[in-house]
């Protein structure tokens, strides 16, 4: 019978990512609602591993299994997914989450298929109904509608879950789990595609869209490129990232990796600014799950207003600066 | 060796049209649209089909109703060169792994010597963001996600993808699968010569009892999955609005907002 709940962690040079951190406060949770024990499963080419071993007991894990081989030390989905997907056949636990990274997006569905499992994605919430079936909130039709969908009877259940849409825990740095290193069976034949070179986005220094409490995001009302300084200047007051509308991404003044939108990135950060932003559909289903939302437009009537929960009408060239130095002055900092 | 593509196109409901009742959608006479991520597919097909030579192949393939030819009919208007209609009647009961598990049968059936597929990475309607990724594993593919571009040079597609570790360039044999994101491309426009074609060419409509599957095999039977309930998103609150003409006043009463929010 399918036993255990499962996380799968990620690594980001070599530490955890923040989603990872975020998964343990869902699964500890089912955990204990269905006295259940909780694995952390660390997936790695790298022979030491000690510190991100460490800290997913100090997160919560009741145990880690390690599982090693030189074979995963660049990223491969056929590999990645044989690794896991054969350590779920031989343990079958019951629960298996993933971040909704790039990367569980991508071995999710395959793990899901290789396994027979159900898997459902972008989850928002999670619960266990009386027959132990994940019930798993997600959304659906461009944000604008939630479902909650569950497996039956396929094992285990799995999910992605969405970015942000769970706080992180505190670490408890007296709680240690044991590890256990597994050895996959894989061989290179398996792999049919293969990593060549990781460039940098333009200003990938700078914090990435999904993982930040607070975004600032500029559209084609800030007038050109040259004032998306006031808004990247407002970012770095507030500790947050830069977003923009497509509109100015196609314009050229900002990169596609800052698209906030249907086609851009989905987030739902604690304190999202919108300046100069209309608030067409397509941009406000990338949005409108952000706990606090701020617009500042000229024009009164523009959509975005039918989101914020705080609006100014007025001009974003002249207001956001100030704004800006009256959050330098008076040190304020958003409560994430 | 050539390229023979298939790509993967579904139609979606244009979500700005789109009106709700208590149960979900109200999808009757609401404008259909192809998915925004499959122009991207076909527009990267297309252009690898291009460069892949006169013996390189493109077909389009969706499972919908019968409304879903007009998709079909507007990829053959940019230059795909063969289109499929898959009709299936337990769509609506059926998820990711159901719609995979056909259309991986019904590709051996109509584009039998494929050996590049692509999709998009996430259909509007669904956002599960599965279909591509399960179709590789089903055929025994490799696959590439969030892919924001693609070459074929000697035998083989390099791929770059959009992660959170920056923008990681990939090289993958044949046969395999792309799922793409929004590209630095968008898809062209049709010419007249094109809808000409279009309008000749032949949409072959493949049931699923023609694929071998009986209707209690499918829908529910074969998903993994159940969707229980859908509803809508509560809407948010009112928004508390300040006068921005005097900007020094509309940044100290935003503050205090912010301050009374709890968000400083
Ligand atoms: C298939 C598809 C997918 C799309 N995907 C996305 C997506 O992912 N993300 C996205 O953002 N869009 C997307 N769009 C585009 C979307 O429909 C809008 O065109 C776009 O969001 C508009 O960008 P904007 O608000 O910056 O520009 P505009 O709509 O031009 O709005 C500019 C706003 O600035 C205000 N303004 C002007 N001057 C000032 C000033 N001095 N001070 C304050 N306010 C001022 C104006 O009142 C106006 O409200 C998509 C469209 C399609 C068809
Ligand atoms: N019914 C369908 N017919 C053809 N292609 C589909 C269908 N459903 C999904 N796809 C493909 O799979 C991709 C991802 O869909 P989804 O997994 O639903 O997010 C889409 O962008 C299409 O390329």
């Known amino acids: 019978m399918a036993q255990g709940i499962w996380i799968i962690a990620e690594l980001q040079n070599n530490a955890l990512s923040s989603s990872t951190h975020e998964l343990f406060t869902p699964a500890r949770r089912l955990a204990d609602k269905s006295s259940q024990a909780l694995s952390a499963i660390l997936v790695t080419g790298e022979s030491d591993v000690s510190q991100a071993e460490a800290q997913l007991g100090h997160l919560g894990a009741d145990q880690v299994i390690t599982v090693r081989h030189d074979l995963l030390k660049t990223y491969q989905a056929q590999l990645f997914t044989i690794a896991i997907a054969d350590l779920i056949k031989e343990k079958q636990p019951n629960i298996v989450l993933f971040a909704a990274s790039t990367t569980g997006v991508d071995i999710a569905p395959r793990i899901a298929i290789r396994t027979e499992a159900g898997l459902v994605t972008q989850a928002i919430d999670l619960d266990l109904n009386e027959a132990g079936q994940l019930e798993v909130t997600r959304t659906r039709y461009a944000e604008s509608l939630l479902s909650m969908v569950i497996t039956p009877e396929a094992r285990p259940q799995m999910a992605t879950v969405k970015k942000k849409a769970f706080p992180a825990p505190v670490l408890d740095t007296s709680h240690n789990a044991p590890v256990e290193v597994v050895t996959p069976k894989l061989d290179a034949a398996m792999a049919k595609s293969s990593l060549k070179e990781i460039k940098q986005a333009e200003g990938s220094s700078k914090k990435k869209l999904e993982e930040a409490d607070v975004i600032v995001s500029g559209g084609r009302g800030m007038k050109g490129p040259e004032n998306f300084n006031l808004v990247e200047e407002l970012a770095a007051a507030l500790n947050g990232a830069v977003g923009a509308s497509r509109a100015v991404v196609d314009a050229g003044w900002r990169p596609h990796s800052e698209q906030v939108g249907q086609t851009g990135k989905t987030v739902n950060p604690k304190l999202y600014v919108a300046l100069g932003i209309s608030g067409a559909l397509q941009h406000l289903v990338g949005m409108s799950s952000s706990q606090t939302i701020v617009a500042i437009n000229r024009d009164e009537n523009a959509p975005i207003f039918k989101v914020a929960d705080i609006g100014v009408v007025g001009d974003a060239l002249e207001i956001t600066p100030l704004l800006t130095q009256a959050i330098q002055e008076q040190h304020a900092t958003v409560n994430v | ?264």
């Not at chain 2, 063969?82 to 584009?111: G, P």
């Open chain 2, 1 to 264: 060796m050539s390229l023979h593509i298939a790509v993967f196109l579904k139609q979606v409901a244009d979500n700005t049209k789109l009106k709700f009742n208590e149960t979900g959608p109200v999808l009757e006479n609401v404008p259909m649209m192809l998915n925004p991520y499959d122009e991207y597919a076909l527009e990267t097909a297309i252009r690898l089909k291009e460069s892949a030579g006169a013996d390189a192949s493109l077909s389009v393939i969706t499972m919908g109703t019968l409304s879903a030819k007009e998709i079909l009919k507007k990829a053959v208007a940019v230059g795909a060169d063969s289109a499929f209609l898959i009709t299936n009647d337990a769509l609506a009961q059926s998820d990711s792994t159901a719609n995979a598990k056909i259309l991986a049968q019904a590709l051996r059936s109509v584009v039998p010597n494929f050996n590049l597929l692509v999709f998009g990475q996430t259909a509007l309607d669904s956002l599960d963001g599965q279909t591509g990724q399960k179709v590789a594993e089903l055929l025994n593919l490799p696959s590439l996600t969030f892919c924001k571009g693609a070459e074929f040079s000697n035998g083989s597609i390099t791929a770059t993808r959009e992660t959170e570790r920056g923008y990681e360039v990939h090289e993958m044999s044949l046969p395999g699968a792309l799922c793409m994101m929004k590209c630095d491309y968008e898809l062209r426009g049709s010419n007249i010569k094109g809808v000409m074609k279009a309008n000749k060419t032949e949409i072959p409509v493949t049931s699923l009892a023609e694929l071998g599957i009986t209707q209690d095999q499918s829908g529910e039977a074969m998903s993994a999955t159940k969707t229980l309930k859908t509803w809508q998103r509560p809407p948010r609150a009112e928004a508390k609005i300040i006068d921005g003409a005097n900007p020094q006043e509309a940044v100290a009463s935003l503050i205090g907002a912010l301050k009374e929010a709890k968000v400083f």
